[in-house]
């Protein structure tokens, strides 16, 4: 999954994360690097995925929007404020 080619970085740690990350790879067997190689993987993986949640979720309502026909006022996109403040203003 690595490259061959890595580039060297220097990383502050807190002590006790540094201390995590030494029990971690001591249980696991594996070095120092392998572990925080990927736990950065799967972060950046996991930060990826949320910021395409929202636009995902839209997408799912708008597919759910027309497969169930729903259907709104023929001037909501002229009048959006008026239909999204009325039941607020009375």
Same mark, same amino acid.
């Given at each position: 999954? &690595?490259?061959? *080619?890595?580039? !060297?970085? *220097?990383? &502050? *740690?807190? +002590? +006790?994360?540094? !201390? +995590?990350? +030494?029990?971690? %790879?001591?249980?696991?067997?594996?070095? #120092? %690097?392998?572990?925080? !190689?990927? %736990?950065? $993987? $799967? /972060?950046?993986?996991?930060?990826?995925?949320?910021k395409t949640g929202g636009i995902e979720a839209l997408l799912k309502i708008a $597919?759910?929007? $027309? #497969?169930? =026909?729903? #259907? /709104?006022?023929?001037d909501l996109s002229s009048n959006m404020d008026k239909y999204l403040w009325k =039941?607020? =203003? /009375?």
């Open positions: 999954m &690595y490259h061959m *080619f890595m580039i !060297r970085t *220097f990383v &502050y *740690f807190p +002590e +006790e994360l540094n !201390r +995590e990350i +030494e029990h971690l %790879a001591k249980d696991t067997k594996k070095s #120092k %690097a392998t572990v925080i !190689r990927e %736990a950065l $993987e $799967e /972060g950046v993986t996991s930060i990826k995925s949320q $597919e759910l929007g $027309e #497969k169930i =026909n729903a #259907k /709104g006022p023929k =039941n607020w =203003n /009375g």
